[in-house]
T-cell receptor, first 116, second 112 residues
Framework: GAVVSQHPSWVICKSGTSVKIECRSLDFQATTMFWYRQFPKQSLMLMATSNEGSKATYEQGVEKDKFLINHASLTLSTLTVTSAHPEDSSFYIC????????????FGPGTRLTVL | LAKTTQPISMDSYEGQEVNITCSHNNIATNDYITWYQQFPSQGPRFIIQGYKTKVTNEVASLFIPADRKSSTLSLPRVSLSDTAVYYCLVGSPSGGYQKVTFGIGTKLQVIP
């Protein structure tokens, strides 16, 4: 299957700082990328959906000014957690979906964010 | 988006066949059914996908009845490494992408 990478795999930061997480589709063009957040022992919660070159669509309750998403190319999407706080500590997972008719999402390995 | 219902947890001994059933009563005509596996601190991994009847690949089988309101993931002869959370997802391509909602998943514990 197609491969999606994330960088970094884990990050620890101080409260108030911003953190950028990269998501790359390595061997396919991801026309759409998704960002999820997963708290311990809970399911994945969709945060936002982004199409290449367009603004992201955020799920209800997700602050778009806090979680900045950029999908500048068909192989790269970034999630920036601005002014991070301890409650933002979570496991962030991205996924990519190919062109029309492509029914599958390919998930990255996730990024563990810990805000002190 | 179609909502899915799965058992929260299941236990199985090594070498047994495991069947995990998922209910999706409001599945839409264009929806596909996809199963993912997730290990702790890893992203979900695709297992199998189907639209109707039966689909089989090298790791699992997926059984979908005619009304498509449920589906069953079958894992033959499980091993300890199959201990994971299994998610049933229902969704369809829309405008070129598929947006799905993760349920709580089924935590499978394989016992030696």
């Amino acid at each position: 299957g197609a491969v999606v990478s994330q960088h970094p795999s884990w990050v620890i930061c101080k409260s108030g700082t911003s953190v950028k997480i990269e998501c790359r589709s390595l061997d396919f063009q991801a026309t759409t990328m998704f960002w999820y957040r997963q708290f311990p022992k809970q399911s994945l919660m969709l945060m936002a959906t982004s199409n290449e070159g367009s603004k992201a669509t955020y799920e209800q309750g997700v602050e778009k000014d806090k979680f900045l998403i950029n999908h500048a190319s068909l192989t790269l999407s970034t999630l920036t957690v601005t002014s991070a706080h301890p409650e933002d500590s979570s496991f962030y997972i991205c996924s990519g979906s190919g062109p029309a008719g492509y029914n599958e999402q390919f998930f990255g390995p996730g990024t563990r964010l810990t805000v002190l | 988006l179609a909502k899915t219902t799965q058992p929260i947890s299941m236990d199985s001994y090594e070498g047994q066949e495991v069947n995990i059933t998922c209910s999706h009563n409001n599945i839409a005509t264009n929806d596909y059914i996809t199963w993912y596996q997730q290990f702790p601190s890893q992203g979900p991994r695709f297992i199998i996908q189907g639209y109707k009847t039966k689909v089989t690949n090298e790791v699992a089988s997926l059984f979908i009845p005619a009304d498509r309101k449920s589906s069953t993931l079958s894992l033959p002869r499980v091993s300890l490494s199959d201990t994971a959370v299994y998610y049933c997802l229902v969704g369809s391509p829309s405008g070129g992408y598929q947006k799905v909602t993760f349920g709580i998943g089924t935590k499978l514990q394989v016992i030696p």
